[in-house]
């Protein structure tokens, strides 16, 4: 919608990390790892040597996540696949009494990944910082089986291209973008924030500038999905809405807000 606001908020970032790491980060991970070939040159011609991606059947196809490969037509970068198999074994299953390999400990989960041993280089095990303590409850020994991992794994160049034509993400079974944009309302109201990039950044109001990034925020996005089936309960988990049109009605009434204050401000022109 915006690669100038997109490179304006990954610097935005970036200065975070140098200020409270003392540290320039060289691998970009987007959010939701959404991910397509565009990105990948756009990220490398920002000066990053890596970036992460879902490791999406339906584009690996015979291949193996756990490979270091490159974006299509890119030398410059490196691209690191997720295991979402093996990731998803500790973010949703690894307290799950039904699944067949509970209870999950640290040797058997070591176990697994030693046998990738001359199958695959790297094994990256992405997940969102929400697994500890609320997907994963710390009386569920969470904590102790990270805390064992480490040892238990000490006990035991770029293959090929990828090409990524297509938006990809870690996000439900389609691991596509169809859960922030995946029906009318979700489409209108993204349009309708990025509209008002122009206007917001002429104002050169910081605080104006702050609210509208905000108003960016994925999530809000995503309360608006429609899709109730098999990733019903991951949809319904976090969100603080009875349906998706509440959700999209209460996001259109802030938007609104937003505009109106705006206005009276003297920061927006034209805008209604």
């Known amino acids: 919608y ?27 991970r987007n959010t939701e790892l959404v991910y397509n070939n565009d990105i990948a040159g756009f990220i490398g011609k920002m000066g990053y040597k890596g970036i ?14 756990n490979f270091v490969y490159k974006p299509k037509g890119l030398d410059s970068i490196k691209l690191l696949l997720k295991n979402y198999r093996l990731s998803d074994d500790i973010a949703f ?16 989960y070591a176990q697994w990944i030693n046998k990738i041993n001359g199958n695959g280089n790297v094994v990256n095990l992405f997940m ?23 040892q238990e794994i000490l006990n035991h160049p ?14 439900d079974i389609e691991r596509d973008l169809s859960a922030w944009l995946g029906n009318k309302m979700q489409q209108e109201a ?12 002429l104002s050169k109001n910081p605080a104006l500038l702050d609210e509208w990034r905000k108003l960016q925020t994925s999530d809000h996005f ?10 019903g309960d991951v949809h319904k988990y976090f969100n603080p809405y009875d349906s998706p049109y509440e959700a999209f009605i209460t996001y259109m009434n802030i938007l609104n807000d937003f505009r109106i204050k705006a206005n009276k401000l003297g920061e927006l022109k034209v805008v209604e």
């Open 2 to 28: 915006s690669k100038e606001e997109f490179k304006e908020q990954v610097e935005l970032h970036n200065k975070k990390i140098r200020q409270l790491f003392n540290f320039k980060p060289k691998v970009f």
């Open 158 to 171: 770029a293959v090929a291209e990828l090409d990524f034509p297509h938006y990809v993400s870690w996000a």
């Open 93 to 108: 299953r690894f307290s799950e009494k039904s699944w067949e390999e509970f209870p999950l400990t640290a040797p058997k």
């Open 52 to 65: 992460l991606a879902e490791g999406a059947d339906h584009i690996l196809q015979w291949r193996s996540p």
């Open 222 to 231: 995503y309360y608006m999905c429609t899709k109730w089936f098999n990733d």
């Open 128 to 150: 969102d910082y929400e697994t500890f303590g609320e997907h994963q409850w710390e009386d569920k020994g969470i904590f102790e089986f990270l805390r064992h991992l480490p």
């Open 190 to 201: 993204i349009s309708q924030v990025y509209s008002l990039e122009p206007h917001v950044k």
